[in-house]
C-alpha cells in the first residue's frame, strides 16, 4: 500500500512527522508489508440416543485449535530510491509486527429434544474449556478460562406449510491475530491503527423469532423474522484525530457498555394467475459505544427499506417486473445527527420476437435526498438485442448497450464508526458492444 502526495507543508507534514517519515522529499510514498497465515483444526464427535418415538438427547465433543502468524512492517522510499525505516512518534515507535497468536477450544454438549403437541422443544447447554495466548516483542499474553453456555429451541407447527421458530443462543467471541499486535499498521491512504495485546473475550445472546406460511392454493408466502443481539465486553475503537490532520489513529479495547442491535424482516407474496406481487420490508437498529479523543460516543443507527413490486410469468407474451424501492437512513452519532432517504422506481422487460430475438430492457430512476432538499437524481437504462436461429444453436449474437441515458454519477450512503457520508461514484460513460457467444 502506497501515499503519494505532494509535500506541501500543510498540517498533514505535521501528522506525517508524527509517523516519523522523512518530510525532506518532493512526495510521500508510504510502503507497507504485511502477512498473515492461519490454521485451524475442528474435530467433532456427536453421539444420539433415541429414547422413544417424541425425545432423543445428543451428546456432542469436540474442540477446535487455530494459530496465526501475523507479520508487518511500514517503511517509506525516498526519493533517491532508499528506503528509510521511520520511527513514529505514536504507539512507542512500534510500526513492526511479529506475533502469534494460539487459541483452543475443548467442549462437551448436550442437549435434549422432545415432541408434545404442536410444539418441538430442544434444550442445551455446553462446557467450553477456552485457552488463548499471543507472543509478541518476547513477552506473552495468556487467557485461560471455562464458561457454560445455554442454547434454546422450539419449533411451533401451526400447519403443515405453517411454522413458527424461536432460538436463543450465548456465544463467546474472540478477535483475531490483527486487532492483537501491537505494531502500527497501515489500513487505508489516511487511517492507521494498533492492536491491544491484552483484549479479551465478548459475550453475545442472540435471540430469533421466524415466522413462515406457504397456501397452495392461491401461492401465498409469507416470511417474518425478528432478531436481537446484545453484546457484553464487545471489541470495539478507540479513535484519536489530531487538529488540522486528515489522518486518524485507532485501537481495539473491551467496552464496558452493552452493544445493542435488532432487525426485523417481513416479505409477502401472492399470484394472481400469471403475476405475482410481492411486499417487503426491513428495519435495522444498532446502538454502539466507542471512544473518541478520550471521550464516549453512543452511535445509534435506523436504516428502513421498503420495496413492491409486481411481475409476470408468460411463456410466450412479454414478461416485466416493476418494482418501487424507499430507504430511509437515520444516524446519530453523538450529538451529530444526519438522515437520507432514496426513492427508486425501477422496470425490467424481456420479450421474444419472431421467435428467435429476444429483447432486454430495464429502467432504474433514483432520488437521493436529504431532510431538506434533492442531493441528486440519476437514472439508467440498458438494453440488449440477441439472435439465436433455433434452441440447438450454438451460436448466439447480442447488441448491448449500457448506460443509454449517459448517467455520469451515483450516490450511496456509507456509515462508519465515527463517520457518516455521502458518496458519489462516476460511472462508465455509454457504449456499446457486440458479442458472440458459443455454446458448447
Known sequence: MMIFRENTGDPYDNTAAGLGLNGAQLGYNVNQEKRVQSNQLDTK??????????????????????????DSEIFQFLDKGTRFNPTPLVNDGVNTNNTAYHFSDVYLGMHYRF??????????????????KN???????????FRVLPDFNMIMQ?????????????????????????????????????????????IAHNINLTYFSFNMFNYTNVVGNVSYTKNIDRIRSASQFEPGSVINFSSPFNSSFADESVTAFGRFERAFGKLRASARGTFNYSKFNQIINGRVSINNNYTQNYQIGLRSNFKTATNFDVK????????????????????????EMDALLLKVFTFR????????????????????????????????????????ATNLLNTQSQNNTNVGNFSVSATEYFIQPRFLTFRVIYSL
Open 324 to 347: 418501487y424501492d424507499y430507504s430511509i437512513n437515520d444516524n446519530q452519532q453523538g450529538g451529530n445527527s444526519s438522515k437520507f432517504y432514496t426513492h427508486a422506481p425501477s422496470i
Open 158 to 202: 401451526l400447519k403443515k406449510s405453517e411454522t413458527l421458530r424461536f432460538n436463543y443462543r450465548m456465544q463467546t467471541q474472540f478477535t483475531d491475530v490483527t486487532n492483537l499486535a501491537k505494531g502500527l499498521v497501515l489500513d487505508s491512504y489516511n487511517r492507521f491503527s494498533s492492536g491491544n495485546p491484552e483484549l479479551e473475550s465478548a
Open 115 to 132: 415432541k408434545t403437541g404442536i410444539f418441538t422443544i430442544t434444550p442445551g447447554v455446553s462446557a467450553h474449556a477456552y485457552s488463548s
Open 45 to 70: 464427535l456427536d453421539y444420539w440416543n433415541v429414547l422413544n418415538a417424541k425425545s432423543n438427547i445428543n451428546f456432542t465433543l469436540g474442540t477446535i485449535l487455530s494459530r496465526q502468524d501475523f
Open 361 to 400: 430492457t430495464d429502467y432504474s430512476f433514483n432520488d437521493y435526498r436529504n431532510q431538506e432538499a434533492s442531493i441528486n437524481t440519476y437514472e439508467f437504462w440498458n438494453a440488449s438485442l440477441s439472435y439465436r436461429k433455433d434452441q440447438d444453436s450454438k451460436f448466439e449474437y447480442e447488441l448491448k
Open 135 to 145: 507472543t509478541q516483542f518476547g513477552t506473552e499474553f495468556k487467557d485461560d478460562f
